[in-house]
């Protein structure tokens, strides 16, 4: 079996009286697809937020193999392995594909970019650009300004990026929010073929997406777990049925 990649123990984030995220057990292991779904306000966003550093806990902890992150910030989390997407695109839009791709490179080096520079003098951080573009398939549009690439083209470029730093765990917040059919078939296709080792955390509304991509999937109600297991156990919970009715099909 596997090593557990990431543990929450129960983990909670208050907002005065609105309890977001109240009492959040979770265990991931390593290399494992989790989809994390829920009606509109259910804590999802949180969670991330929670798990990537960017709001603090109110309590509980949060284990990355084992180490106690919970206290660490952002910076530190994605030093030890914890990549991250949003639910709005995070690119510089006046920038081409491969300036926001040597940003990524260098952000995780905690080197200066001098965008005076030529991009062939950066030579390892482009190296490191080079490779992650041509392996996705986006070298051939490095030279396009962010906002000439269509929105799924943008996504996946995102889904890109957060993997410039070789996460061991990757955080993906409705990366197909916004997309065609069409598109939504590319960035899922992209997802179930990241790398085995990577653990994908999965936040999606479109149901045919999280069930086609996740091996087990955690449903969120009012912040709190309200059913866990395989694609199939989920479908059949009567609980999550009742909280779906009218808001889409399972």
């Known amino acids: 079996m596997s090593a557990v990649c990431l543990r929450t123990e129960q983990l909670r984030k208050h907002y005065g009286g609105l309890r977001a995220v109240d009492g959040v057990d979770?265990?991931?292991?390593?290399?494992?697809?989790?989809a994390i779904i829920g009606p509109n306000g259910a804590g999802k966003t949180t969670l991330f937020h929670l798990l990537s550093g960017e709001v603090p806990a109110?309590?509980?902890r949060i284990l990355l193999f084992g180490q106690d992150i919970t206290r660490l910030p952002s910076y530190r989390r994605t030093e030890l392995g914890i990549g991250r997407t949003y639910q709005v695109t995070n690119l510089f839009p006046r920038l081409t594909v491969l300036e926001n791709a040597l940003l990524a490179t260098f952000g995780l080096r905690r080197e200066k970019y001098d965008p005076f520079r030529p991009a062939s003098q950066h030579r390892q951080a482009l190296e490191d650009a080079r490779r992650l573009l041509e392996e996705f398939g986006l070298w051939e549009k490095r030279d396009w300004p962010i906002g000439s690439l269509s929105y799924g083209e943008q996504r996946?470029?995102?889904?890109?990026?957060?993997?410039?730093?070789r996460p061991r765990l990757l955080l993906l917040d409705e990366p197909t929010a916004g997309l065609s059919p069409a598109e939504t078939q590319v960035v899922t296709r992209l997802v179930a073929g990241?790398?085995?080792q990577?653990?994908?955390?999965?936040?999606?509304?479109?149901?045919?997406?999280?069930?086609?991509?996740?091996?087990?999937?955690?449903?969120?109600?009012?912040?709190?777990?309200?059913?866990?297991?395989?694609?199939d156990e989920v479908r059949a919970n009567p609980e999550v049925q009742a909280i779906y009715l009218g808001v889409g099909e399972l």
């Open 26 to 34: 979770l265990e991931v292991r390593q290399g494992e697809r989790r």
């Open 58 to 60: 109110t309590a509980g």
């Open 156 to 165: 996946q470029l995102e889904i890109v990026l957060a993997l410039a730093g």
């Open 194 to 196: 990241l790398d085995p």
């Open 198 to 231: 990577i653990t994908v955390l999965l936040i999606e509304h479109d149901m045919d997406v999280a069930f086609q991509v996740a091996q087990r999937v955690t449903v969120l109600h009012f912040g709190r777990v309200l059913a866990e297991g395989t694609v």
